[in-house]
C-alpha cells in the first residue's frame, strides 16, 4: 500500500491518540498503593466471600491463622500499609504464601483487603 504525503497527520493523530490512551492505562494499572474500595460495604461481602474461597485452608475461615499467620493482628511480617499488604497477596511471600494475581484479579484483591481489614478493627 502507498502511503501518501496527506495520510501522514492522520496516521499520527491515530496513533498519537492510541500513546496517550496506553498511558492512561498503565497509570492506572501502576497505582497499586491505595484501595479504591476502602469501607465500601458491598466489597467487603464480595473480599469475605473470596477469602473464604482461597485462603481459610492456610489462614482459618477468621483469618486467625493456622499454616499462614493470623492477619486480624496488627503484626505484619511483611508490612501491613495497603501498599504492602497488596504486594503480598499479588505476589506472593518466600515462606509459602503463594501469589495470587494469576488467580485474582486487582479489584478482587483489593475486596479481600477491604475485608481483612474490618476484621482487624474487631480487636
Ligand atoms: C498454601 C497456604 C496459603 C494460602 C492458600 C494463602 N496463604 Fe497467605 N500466607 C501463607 C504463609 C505460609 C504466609 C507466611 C509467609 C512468610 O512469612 O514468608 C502467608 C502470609 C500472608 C500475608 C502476610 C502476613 C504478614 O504478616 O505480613 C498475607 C497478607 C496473606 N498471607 C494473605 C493471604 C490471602 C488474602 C490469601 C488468599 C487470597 C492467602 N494469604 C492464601 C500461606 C497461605
Redesign the pocket.
Known amino acids: 500500500m502507498k502511503t501518501g504525503i496527506k495520510d501522514l497527520p492522520r496516521c499520527c493523530f491515530l496513533s498519537g491518540l492510541l500513546l496517550i490512551s496506553l498511558s492512561f492505562t498503565i497509570a492506572i494499572a501502576a497505582d497499586n498503593t491505595k484501595n479504591p474500595f476502602a469501607g465500601n460495604a458491598e466489597a467487603i461481602k464480595a473480599g469475605e466471600k473470596l477469602?473464604d474461597a482461597?485462603?481459610t485452608?492456610?489462614?482459618a475461615g477468621d483469618a486467625t491463622g493456622i499454616?499462614?499467620?493470623n492477619?486480624t493482628d496488627d503484626?505484619?511480617?511483611?508490612?501491613g500499609t495497603d501498599a504492602d499488604?497488596f504486594q503480598?497477596?499479588s505476589k506472593g511471600?518466600?515462606?509459602?504464601?503463594?501469589g495470587?494475581s494469576g488467580n485474582?484479579k486487582d479489584d478482587e484483591i483489593w475486596r479481600?483487603i477491604s475485608y481483612l481489614r474490618t476484621l482487624a478493627t474487631k480487636k
Open positions: 477469602f482461597n485462603c485452608d492456610c489462614h499454616a499462614g499467620p492477619l503484626q505484619w511480617t511483611y508490612g499488604v503480598t497477596i511471600r518466600k515462606g509459602g504464601m503463594p495470587w485474582l479481600i
